[in-house]
């Protein structure tokens, strides 16, 4: 079956990096795209871009230039999303979830925490 | 960027209702709009695709219509396991964007 696993909560300081993965099991990794979702606490759902698994081009949402990389290890199946830089408005859960019919299946999310 | 405009934000119903949300998109954005449920602590869940395509799994009483700039999503008899929150998306333009939520709750 599909499943997109993620890696477990960060505690990190600010100016530090993250570097969260997504790793997808069940079906061919590099037929669909994995897109990254952020959801700050209590709020709603912020779409941040999406990398094309089979050619590698990354597409970012207007806001996520510069501090954010998406990037892939096709050999294991796995798309990663860093963060470098981090505030503490950086503080949110990140999902990543492929793009089939629209966003078909969710990672678990991961909590980033960003505080000194 | 499309801006997609969700309302309520919150619903308060009791169970057996029809509910009914209802998600605006800033221009046309054809059928290219997704429904989808979250509950707290948990990933989103697809409910609709393409505006009014059941995804697999989903229970019939959800249903999606719309096209254009107006979409609904309707629940026909609301069940204990509804009571979520409800995101409209649309997957038109080259950069997607999220409604900002309706919280479905106990009346």
């Known amino acids: 079956q599909v499943q997109l696993v993620q890696s477990g909560p960060e505690l990190k300081k600010p100016g530090a990096s993250v570097k969260v993965s997504c790793k997808a099991s069940g079906y061919t990794f590099t037929t669909y795209g994995i897109h990254w979702v952020r959801q700050a606490p209590g709020q709603g759902l912020e779409w941040m871009g999406w990398?094309?698994?089979?050619?590698?081009?990354?597409t970012y949402a207007q806001g996520y230039t510069g501090r954010f990389v998406f990037s892939l290890d096709t050999s294991v199946s796995t798309a990663y999303l860093q963060i470098s830089s981090l505030k503490a408005e950086d503080t949110a859960v990140y999902y990543c979830?492929?793009?089939?019919?629209?966003?078909?299946?969710w990672g678990q999310g991961t909590l980033v925490t960003v505080s000194s | 960027d499309i801006q997609m405009t969700q309302s309520p934000s919150t619903l308060s119903a009791s169970v057996g209702d029809r509910v009914t949300i209802t998600c605006r998109a800033s221009?046309?954005?054809?059928?290219?709009l997704a429904w989808y449920q979250q509950k707290p602590g948990k990933a989103p869940k697809l409910l609709i695709y393409?505006?009014?395509s059941l995804e697999s799994g989903v229970p019939s009483r959800f249903s999606g219509s719309g096209s254009g700039t107006q979409f609904t999503l309707t629940i026909s008899s609301l069940q204990p396991d509804d009571f979520a929150t409800y995101f409209c998306q649309q997957y038109d333009s080259f950069s997607w964007t999220f409604g900002q939520g309706t919280k479905v709750e106990v009346k």
């Open positions: 221009q046309s954005i054809s059928s290219w």
């Open positions: 990398i094309n698994t089979d050619t590698g081009n990354p």
């Open positions: 979830a492929r793009s089939g019919l629209a966003l078909d299946y």
């Open positions: 393409k505006a009014s």
